[in-house]
């Protein structure tokens, strides 16, 4: 999906598209499993992860709490290094120090590596209108410039693709068929990409961490590129979200621990790299000229919120997206924004300003939970999706009907006798549509769900039906509780016929 159709839809919309893309959906699914899985393993091998994440959690409240003292301790020590420091207001501002850059240097082509900012930035279209060819190599991040698309995942931008449609894309590039085989697929763009290495003019990164003890940058990464970006290129430049600082090398030790298991639970990326500076006499290689543009684009926006300063804590590992129950049955073109999932149904509002053109992004959440329990840094993005869709009903721009729904719903569960009655009518309604324990009507509300999962049918006995005999089972046994209530609980299952909705919320 490229930028145009995503701007012309609502969340809605986009997220049915995504729903009928039986692709999509199992690409989507595979691989998040996979990371999830990964994440879960490596984070118990770990061991007192909850410990870790508090850690990390505390370094991230501290720096964002002084986060000016920081920036200026980072810029100090990097321009001490012969780094060249730019700061960038807005995204023209980034923009247009990156293409002076470029003019200066009369650079033909630029090769770019973990550079989400860029994306935020549309810099690669800025790039081309004065005829620089910027060319993505991180290997998914090519796969989607060859496609004209936007990344879905924070850290794997091709997720929504398999492997065949990969060889497709590839092939007309190689002008030949080649196999769906991952090796082949690989091994052909290292090929392409050695040589775009050697003849770019300018290497260009983004920053996982940025260190303010010793003006540093770090790199995590996989496949190797980011080291040939950074050092081939005889001009470097790096884009920095103003928020990617930490204080010290020590504290780099919390977050490389956090990083890569809750990205894609390995213990350490193949490569981390630590850059603090252009070539010295004395080194092999490494650039002439090295440029940081720290990049605020909406970030200071979110200093001082009470309700969103915690998002400035963090570090784009991606968990948030794979623990999410709708983004592994959407995938991440249907948030519309640079940034998708739970994290970038907050933070595309917050760095948008415009929270009227966004609002529904926050409705993509079933607010389960799931995000909160994934971060690394523990930012609470459930409650600030709540917050956000309160801020939207308070300035006046909720949906009538659902508004109606929900004052029904709250006079229901608000008197227990209310409860109970209604309860009893939708027993008696519901003959009408279940079949096998299931209600599987498509009428009204039920649409959208039902087309998608299944509604389990109001049951003949509730939890209240059955306590009063529970307790009073309980009370003349003196059993401990919890096995007896797990015993009727299952008895009360067998008793009914559904077989209940699908697992993941
Ligand atoms: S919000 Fe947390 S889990 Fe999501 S990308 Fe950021 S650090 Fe990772």
Redesign the pocket.
């Known amino acids: 999906m490229n930028t145009a159709d995503t701007k012309a839809q609502t969340v809605k919309q986009r997220a049915g598209d995504a729903l009928n893309n039986d692709f999509l959906r199992k690409a989507v699914r595979f691989t998040t499993e996979r990371l999830r899985l990964g994440k879960k393993l490596a984070s118990e091998e770990h061991g007192n992860w909850d410990d870790w994440r508090e850690r990390g959690r505390q370094i991230r409240l501290h720096t964002i709490a002084h986060l000016d003292y920081y920036l200026d301790q980072f810029t100090e020590q990097a321009r001490a290094n012969g780094v060249h420091v730019h700061f960038a207001d807005t995204a023209e501002e980034a923009v247009a120090i990156s293409l002076q850059i470029a003019e200066r240097k009369s650079a033909k082509s630029v090769v770019k590596s973990k550079s989400m900012v860029s994306e935020e930035l549309h810099l690669n279209k800025a790039l081309e209108s004065i005829g620089v060819e910027a060319v993505e190599t991180d290997l998914g991040e090519y796969i989607i410039q060859l496609s004209d698309e936007t990344p879905s995942h924070?850290i794997i931008p091709a997720i929504h693709k398999n492997r065949y449609q990969i060889a497709e894309v590839l092939s007309e590039v190689a002008g030949e068929t080649l196999p769906p085989d991952t090796a082949v697929l690989a091994g052909f763009v290292r090929m392409k990409l050695r040589e775009k290495f050697l003849e770019a003019e300018i290497g260009m990164t983004g920053c996982n961490f940025a260190i303010a003890e010793t003006g540093s940058m770090v790199l995590f990464e996989n496949e190797g590129n980011a080291r040939m970006v950074t050092t081939v290129p005889k001009t470097q430049i790096t884009l920095m979200g103003m928020e990617r600082i930490i204080p010290s090398w020590s504290d780099l030790e919390v977050m490389a621990t956090l990083l890569p298991r809750?990205?894609t639970g390995q213990k350490l990326t193949v490569y981390m790299s630590g850059i603090s500076g252009p070539k010295r006499e004395q080194d092999a290689d490494g650039p002439d000229e090295m440029h940081i543009i720290i990049i605020d684009n909406g970030r200071s926006l979110q200093l001082g919120d009470p309700e969103f300063q915690e998002?400035l804590?963090?570090?784009?590992?991606?968990?948030?997206?794979n623990?999410c129950p709708v983004y592994r049955h959407i995938g991440g073109h249907a948030y519309g924004g640079t940034y998708s999932?739970?994290?970038g149904a907050v933070l595309t509002p917050a760095l948008n300003k415009n929270v009227a053109e966004w609002d529904d992004i926050a409705n993509a959440s079933s607010l389960c939970g799931a995000?909160y329990e994934?971060?690394?840094?523990?930012?609470p993005?459930h409650d600030m999706l709540v917050y956000l869709r309160r801020r939207k009903i308070e300035a006046g721009r909720g949906d009538k009907l659902e508004g109606m729904g929900m004052r029904g719903f709250s006079t229901v569960m608000g008197d227990s006798k209310r409860f109970r009655s209604v309860l009893s009518l939708g027993k008696l309604g519901q003959k009408l549509v279940v079949r096998n324990g299931e209600i599987r009507t498509k009428l009204g509300p039920l649409k959208g769900w039902n087309s998608y999962r299944v509604t389990p049918s109001i049951p003949k006995q509730s939890f209240r039906d059955l306590w009063p005999e529970m307790e009073a089972d309980l009370r003349r046994t003196s059993k401990p509780m919890k096995p007896d209530l797990t015993n009727r609980l299952e008895e009360r299952k067998r008793q009914q016929e559904g077989k209940g909705v699908n697992g993941d919320g």
């Open positions: 924070i809750s990205a998002l804590n963090c570090i784009r590992c991606g968990a948030c997206l623990a999932g739970p994290i995000c994934a971060c690394p840094v523990k930012i993005l």
